[in-house]
């Protein structure tokens, strides 16, 4: 069982550059996130997809963009990064239901400088 | 809204002493509490969750909470502490019911020493 994966698995960026994290489930949920980790601070959700075809903001999605492509992808877009977008990234999946758990990818170290 | 409050950023245990890792939560309505930790560069895994059944909630690799609503409080405990327990671990709250947007605490890094 894949589970959620990410990629790419690290990435270094120079500022004003883009680029697209990809993510994949196959435990075939409805509900689908973005969150950043920064030390200190905890998870922080930047997008999330709450069923396919639909996405909403979090609590820090200035500079992201997403598309929930299908049931089972959801990318995030960074158009032009920024040092402050440093950071490990995380996508999530689980069921839309609450109290079910949530299912995290390995993350993907970010660097832009 | 929803929040966590991780009372400590680090807790430091001797290996076969109790583990003690404390957490509040706040919220508008009835809440989904969990637990989840995360090894060095690992993803996250949930160890336990509550959701309005017991308030005494067992997890993976002996932990437990206990959910005290008159404390708003969410406490993960262990009896012994092993070394491999040694990582981060995060408290998150999500509504209830509703959408399961989950809101994450700050982290506990937990150091275990032999």
């Known amino acids: 069982n894949a589970g959620v994966t990410q990629t790419p698995k690290f990435q270094v960026l120079k500022t004003g550059q883009s680029m697209t994290l990809q993510c994949a489930q196959d435990?075939?949920?409805?509900?689908m996130y973005w969150y950043r980790q920064d030390p200190g601070m905890g998870l922080r959700l930047i997008y999330y997809?709450?069923?396919?075809?639909?996405?909403d903001k979090g609590e820090v999605p200035n500079g992201y963009n997403v598309s929930r492509l299908n049931k089972r992808e959801f990318s995030l877009r960074l158009e032009s990064a920024a040092p402050s977008q440093t950071s490990v990234y995380f996508c999530a999946s689980s069921e839309a239901v609450w109290g079910l758990e949530a299912f995290f990818g390995q993350g993907t170290r970010l660097t832009v400088v | 809204a929803q929040s966590v409050t991780q009372l400590d950023s680090h807790v430091s245990v001797s290996e076969g002493t109790p583990v003690l890792l404390r957490c509040n939560y706040s919220s508008s309505y009835s809440p989904s509490l969990f637990w989840y930790v995360q090894h060095p560069n690992k993803g996250l895994q949930l160890l336990l969750k509550y959701t309005s059944a017991a308030t005494l909630v067992k997890g993976i690799n002996g932990f437990e909470a206990e959910f005290k609503k008159s404390e708003t409080s969410f406490h993960l405990t262990k009896p012994s502490a092993h070394m491999s327990d040694a990582a981060e671990y995060f408290c998150v709250v999500s509504r209830n019911p509703g959408f399961q947007k989950l809101v994450f605490g700050t982290g506990t890094r937990l150091l275990v020493s032999p």
């Open positions: 435990m075939n949920h409805n509900s």
């Open positions: 997809s709450a069923s396919e075809g639909t996405t």
